[in-house]
């Protein structure tokens, strides 16, 4: 089911648009091997692809026109579709504002709104935003993005701008393959999960909180754009509470303080979703990250206060509130570590990752690094339950 590739690993023998004409340039991808890579399914993890020999200095409107082809044709969803990722290397882009022309060509629906970003991330040009502000020091769990909510992307695109002297990789993962071992593993766990669901809490202050400068988030600013100024505390935490309801189906407990109160969003998700085109089983959640960072930030237990820093990490529970096994959460995470991909990468590498099928995390690094990112909405894959 899941192992290293070998020679029955499924890899086009080359990526080209069905009906190019021969008067045309034929640009062409090719497949490559790159270390670490996995087989899920039979099907290569990541699928590697480069510019054909004769294809290196091709121009970037020349690769975005040939990349629009493969897009229409249907061949970036399937190939993304069946590997999870498709990771570019030695395409010519140097900058944000070089991603920035070429993403669009994959012909992914829309750009994805984010709502309640809880982490630093800031826009740098159209389409583009920085993955992660976070100190090199912090590495991150793996996660679907914004898999704890209603409302995320299908597809994320990482493209690594300045590579750091050390570390610094982008982890990523099968949820597929993820499910699969869990499934083998703990059973009970993965039974419990799609039989209750998850209900996720998350913490933001009052931006009038002293503490909100270095939490880096708070509520007015993630879910408060209806907000007016003269607005009552009142008619402040309604607003916030239609906005919940309406876009991303959650609702808030109010936590009362000095500063406007403290929020906590409360969301039920599953745990665990189908793919409509595979109709397979995906582990999608966000469940480790919550463990592990209310794990090193010591505020695993009741009050969930932070120990030596700001603000509160709240737990995941079941869906109907019972709380999830410690035990079960230090396996998942050793098992994501066990099928982890770490992504080498190169400046100008780009990877195209399949949100509803791939985790994603950070290792630590030293030095200066630049993953940017860009979030699209697309077909829809899950199986709405
Ligand atoms: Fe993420």
Known sequence: M?????????VPASVTPAGHTASAPVIEFTPFVVEGQRAVHGNAFPLALKLAEGNKQASLPAVK??????AHDGTIRSLLNQHGVIFFRGLPLKTAADLSFLVDAFGFREEHQEIGLSGARSSVTKYIKTASELPGTVSMHFHNEYARTNHFPEIVFFFSERVPEQGGQTPLLSSVELYDRLQQELPEFVR????????????????????AAAVGYNWQDSYGFDIQEGDSIEVQHAKVEALLARDVQATAEWQPDAYGDRLHVVQKV????????SGRR?????????????KRAGSLLPPHKVQ??????????????????????????????????????????????NNYTVQHSRTTFVGDRSVLVSLWDDIDDFVRE
């Not at 899941?2 to 499924?10: E, F, K, L, Q, R």
């Not at 026109?65 to 493969?70: A, G, K, S, V």
């Not at 599953?270 to 085109?277: K, N, W």
């Not at 995906?282 to 209310?294: D, Q």
């Open 2 to 10: 899941s192992a290293t590739v070998s020679s029955s690993t499924n």
């Open 65 to 70: 026109e040939r990349i629009q082809e493969l």
């Open 192 to 211: 419990d999960l799609e039989e209750k669901g998850i209900i996720g809490r998350q913490y933001y202050p009052s931006k009038h909180d002293p503490e």
């Open 270 to 277: 599953p745990a665990i979703r189908t793919i409509r085109s």
């Open 282 to 294: 995906s582990f999608f959640n966000g469940l480790s990250g919550v463990y592990g960072n209310a």
């Open 308 to 353: 030596n820093g700001p603000g509160y990490k709240l737990p995941s529970s079941y869906g109907d509130g019972s709380p999830i096994p410690d035990a079960y959460h230090e396996r998942l995470i050793e098992i994501q570590d066990e099928i982890g991909f770490l992504v080498p990468w190169q400046e100008g590498d780009v990877a195209v990752v």
